[in-house]
């Protein structure tokens, strides 16, 4: 690992909170569990499962839900890119802090592009033209090579913009360090087929190849044991899969949006009622920090801060107007634990890992739905 790469004290911590156990973690009681079901049940939910310790301790399907169904995932898809990336660089194939130009020398025309790092493409700071969020694969048609072709609209390290294509040219870049076997195939036997779970990819792209950004689906079983790996620091019953420190890496905050790391949402995403967009003051879409190409966000540690004195500030005037709830969401869940990560994706699939309780949690529902659902509101029913 190079100089550049090295983790920070914050990622050590979250490291260590991965790879150990928390003596005190309790899984949460029976009483816990049905008032998030009362909860899943009133925002569109079929499905809420708790991993505990690696044992699944509360299950339950409404609806259309059933252990045995597959359910989309939309961009919790995403989280497998970030996955199948490190263990290709456990592999010898690739280095999160090289520039994607090493392996896409077509990037190296262009300025800006050539200077993009496998870390900046997955933690979507690239500067990159991000595609459409909601066609699928960036646009009617797209293929991965459209992807690929993508302009830079600014320099790495200054906008996040959230989207598909760098996830699909993630995979196309995969697939040219490993042309032995496709992308899919790839995560499959060095990820999945040791966890026992199976993947569908049942989007496409225009060239017929996955939808990486939203095209996967699973069962809440098998997403429960992916995200148990990943909160063990890659470890499967006795098995390592991937390596702690690699593991790690992907939890580090963005520059350009502390609230995401590398294809997973942190803590801060749960106060957002579309993390996509960025927490107000913090991200795309807020008018102090979305005008130029030079914007910057604030540090991480300003984020929650910021939210508070907004929140206070609208109590002061007796307004709460646009932006209130994620502010008010802010205040009231300071308790959320620190290490809680997610996987995300529309109709509120959520994949969240709390290594400090030892807790795996699944939240599915239909993709078009799940509008009044917060994360928030979910964790609080189930940990308070």
């Known amino acids: 690992m190079t100089r550049s790469s090295r983790i920070p004290m914050a990622a050590m911590l979250s490291l260590s909170a991965l790879a150990t156990s928390a003596h005190e973690a309790q899984a949460p009681s029976a009483a816990q ?5 009362a909860y899943a049940a009133r925002t569109d ?11 699944i301790v509360h299950e339950r399907y409404l609806g259309d839900g059933s252990a045995s169904r597959s359910m989309m995932l939309a961009s919790g898809s995403k989280s497998f890119v970030g996955v199948a990336t490190i263990a290709a660089v456990a592999d010898g194939l690739l280095r999160l802090d090289q520039p994607v130009a090493d392996v896409l ?8 592009k050539s200077r993009v790092t496998v870390r900046q493409l997955l933690s979507l700071e690239s500067g990159i033209e991000t595609g459409n969020p909601g066609t699928g694969c960036g646009g009617p048609r797209s293929t991965w090579a459209d992807a690929v072709a993508a302009p830079s609209l600014v320099e790495a390290g200054t906008r996040f913009r959230y989207g598909p294509y760098p996830f699909i040219t993630m995979g196309a870049a995969i697939e040219r360090v490993n042309p032995r076997e496709p992308f899919d195939a790839y995560l499959e036997r060095r990820v999945l087929a040791p966890l026992g779970v199976k993947v569908e990819w049942r989007m496409t792209c225009g060239d017929g190849k996955p939808q990486l950004a939203g095209g996967a689906a699973m069962t809440a079983r098998d997403w429960a044991t992916f995200g148990e790996m990943i909160r063990r620091g890659g470890m499967h019953g006795t098995t390592r899969i991937l390596p702690a420190e690699l593991v ?11 609230a995401y790391g590398m294809s997973w949402w942190l803590r801060d995403a749960a106060f957002q009622t579309n993390p996509a967009m960025g927490a107000p003051g913090v991200g795309a879409g807020d008018d102090d920090t979305a005008s130029g190409a030079g914007s910057r966000v604030p540090p991480r540690g300003r984020v929650l801060e910021r939210l508070k004195q ?7 005037a007796g307004g709460t107007g646009r932006g ?12 959320l634990p620190g290490d809680l990560v997610m996987a995300a994706g529309a109709g509120k699939q959520r994949l969240y890992l709390i290594p400090s309780q030892e807790l795996v949690i699944v939240r599915m529902g239909p993709v078009r739905g799940g509008r009044t659902f917060n994360d928030s509101e979910l964790l609080n029913a189930l940990l308070r």
């Not at 569990?33 to 079901?37: C, G, K, L």
């Not at 790690?248 to 963005?254: D, I, T, Y």
């Open 248 to 258: 790690a890496q992907l939890f580090r905050p963005s520059t350009a949006n502390p």
């Open 45 to 55: 939910g079929q499905a809420v499962l708790v991993m505990h310790r690696g044992r």
């Open 105 to 112: 020398p077509e990037w190296k025309r262009d300025p800006r």
């Open 33 to 37: 569990f049905e008032r998030a079901v």
């Open 324 to 335: 209130g709830d994620a502010e008010s969401r802010a205040v009231g869940a300071e308790w």
């Open 310 to 316: 907004r929140a206070a500030a609208r109590r002061g």
